[in-house]
Structures are given as C-alpha cells and as structure tokens.
C-alpha cells in the first residue's frame, strides 16, 4: 500500500511517500523544504510567516514528492492508498495548512485519511526500512517542543514513562546557543562548537535530575546555569567551544542515563532514540554505547528521518492504515494539542 505523507506542524513543509508491504517500510519519495533560513534573524520560529510560506510551499513540496515517487498526478488518486497527515501536536497556524491540503486532496481523490501525532510519527522513523523489533522497547524522543521517555510494548503501542517539566533537549540547546552568540537552529551549532574543542575541562555544568528516581526532565536550570557561568567569565567569548562541549554533554548524560534507568525498570530489550537531537552525532554515539553495554538492542533513526520530514509521518500512517484507523476527512482537525 502506497501512503502520501504530510507534515507541516512547525517550520518545514514536507512530502513523502512511502511502500508499505507487511512489516516493511519503503521511502520512494522524501521532499522537504526548510524555513530554516527565514526564522534563523529571529532565532526562532515565527508562526505568521511559518504559516504564508506552508501556504506557499505545500502544493510544488506535495508534486515533487509524487514525481520523485513515480506517481503522475492524474494517477495519484488509483496508486495511493491512503493520505497520512499531522494533526498535531506542533503550531496551530502551521498545522492546519497540512491538515486542510490532506483534506482537500482525499475529497477529491476520494481516499482514506490517518490523522497521526507528531511525536507518533518521529518514533515511528525508527520503522523505516528496519527489522522486525524486539519488544518491550524503550524510546527517547528528543525534539524542539518534546522530551519524553515511552514504553511500547507491542508495535505502536505508546506510553509515555516521562516527560519535561519544563524546557525540551531541543530547546536547551537553541537557548543554550543564543546565549553564547551561536546560530539558529542551536543544537547543529553547539554541536558543531563542541566537536573543536579537545583541551582540559575547566567549566562544570550540572546534570538535571539525573537521580531523581522518577523519568522526567527539566533542562531550563541548565541554561541558568550556563548564563551564570558567563556572567561571571570575562573570557567566554575565548572559550565557547569549551562551554558547548560541557553543556552537550550534561544534557546527553542526562538523557542517556535516565533512558537506561528506564529500560532496566521495564525489563526493555531495545533502546529507541527519536526526533531532532538525534540528529546530533555525540549523542548517537553515546546512545548506541549504553545500549552495547547494556546488552541490549538500540534502534536510531537515519538522519535523514531525524529532523521534522514527512516519510516518517506517512510511516506512522501505514501502521493505523493497517488497523484501519481512518477519519472520515469533514472531521480531521488540526490540533495544537494533541496528546499521544
Ligand atoms: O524534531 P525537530 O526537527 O522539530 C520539532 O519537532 O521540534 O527538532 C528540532 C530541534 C531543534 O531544537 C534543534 O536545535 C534540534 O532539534 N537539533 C539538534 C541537532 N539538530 C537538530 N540538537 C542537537 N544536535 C543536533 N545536531
Ligand atoms: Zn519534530
């Protein structure tokens, strides 16, 4: 079965279509377009202007991922088997470009919808292309907006062990990098940053809630921490590779070590990473090491399929396509916030 893919939930307009066969999942099409270079004078998303360039991009993003996907326009409507769309949770005003076209195509092509999560879809990147799982699994997302440890315990399945209570890894690290004068999107700068620095530690930043006994989250006392430091040092400017490099690794320490904590609590056999920090090659590394030493089986996105794309969503979709999770398409309804 042949699933279009849809995804606009925050900053970038996105197309795929996917081959579902059985267990499989196959890309035959990734199209997105980045507004990345548009917000980047803002250091962060503009939702008014996200919305104009969804409306804008989503038309040639949707016919480029057809063509990739050698499907002819006037044979979209017999090829494909369902559209899958996020409904949420992202920026309303983004959102709703994305629902409304997904709407607007299966009314005229009369075809099924899936309304899939946006969260659902960033693990459900770990399912592309990949082999059969093992369950129980552990997963840590980590995005812009999201940092929450789940429990699946069959395919799909999702529930949620631990979550932030305040800022999400994605956005500590787009802070964290606005602070130190450094790029948007924050966390490829830092990231970058770190990787030039290999001198002895002279900075120390805190590990949050590291031993909290429970699986959430705080990263916002992190950044405070990291303010005050430069405050104090006359020289940071000198040493930003320095502060990076500390501060990467406090928020990887602490994802890693409360993800492991997590999997020997719920007896997991394999440790899942997803979402746009697991773009960051450090922590892949570190991830992928626990889980060796654990004995235990890691999964961890292409990257390609880390940062928001729309193969994961149409990936997501084909697994509700397969239990026949339709919505008849007058009801879907972009949501703000959905919960998982
Ligand atoms: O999943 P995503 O594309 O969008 C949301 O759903 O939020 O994640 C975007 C987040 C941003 O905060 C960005 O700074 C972070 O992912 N990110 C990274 C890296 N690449 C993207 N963080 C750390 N290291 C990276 N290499
Ligand atoms: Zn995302």
């Known amino acids: ?124 990147a770990n399912f592309i292309a990949a082999e059969k799982m093992k369950y129980p699994a552990v997963i840590l997302t980590v995005s812009g907006g999201h940092t929450l440890l789940a429990l699946m315990k069959k395919a799909g399945s999702l529930k949620i062990v631990g979550d932030t209570r305040d800022d999400a890894a994605g956005e500590a690290f787009d802070k964290a990098a606005k602070l130190l004068g450094l790029g948007y999107p924050g966390g490829p700068a830092v990231s970058k940053a770190a990787a030039g620095f290999n001198g002895e530690k002279t900075v120390s930043l805190p590990r949050p809630m590291i031993d909290s006994g429970d699986f959430d989250f705080s990263f916002s006392g992190l950044k405070t921490a990291l303010l005050y430091k430069i405050k104090k040092d006359e020289s940071w400017a000198d040493r930003v590779p320095e502060y990076c490099h500390e501060f990467q690794r406090a928020v990887i320490e602490t994802l890693v070590a409360k993800t492991l904590k997590a999997a020997k609590k719920y007896g997991a056999k394999t440790m899942m990473l997803a979402g746009g920090v697991a773009a960051n090659s450090a922590l892949r590394e570190e991830f992928a090491a626990a889980a060796d030493r654990q004995g235990l089986v890691y999964k961890i996105p292409d990257l390609k399929y880390t940062t928001d794309n729309a193969a994961m969503i149409a990936a997501a979709g084909y697994l509700k396509a397969k239990k026949k999770r339709f919505v008849p398409w007058a009801r879907l309804k972009a949501n703000p916030n959905l919960e998982l």
């Open 1 to 124: 079965m042949l699933i279009l893919g849809i995804e606009t939930s925050c900053d970038e307009t996105a197309a795929a279509v996917v081959e579902g066969k059985g267990e499989r999942i196959e890309v035959l099409s990734n199209v997105v377009s980045s507004q990345i270079e548009i917000h980047k004078k803002y250091y962060g998303v503009v939702p008014e202007v996200a919305a104009r360039e969804h409306v804008l991009n989503i038309l040639p993003v949707i016919d480029e991922a057809l063509q990739k996907a050698g499907i002819a326009r006037e044979e979209a409507a017999k090829k494909i088997g369902a559209m899958a769309v996020t409904a949420g949770p992202g920026l309303i005003t983004s959102l709703i470009v994305g629902v409304e076209t997904a709407k607007t195509l299966a009314c005229v092509w009369k075809l099924p919808v899936v309304a899939v999560n946006h969260i659902e879809g960033h693990v459900c």
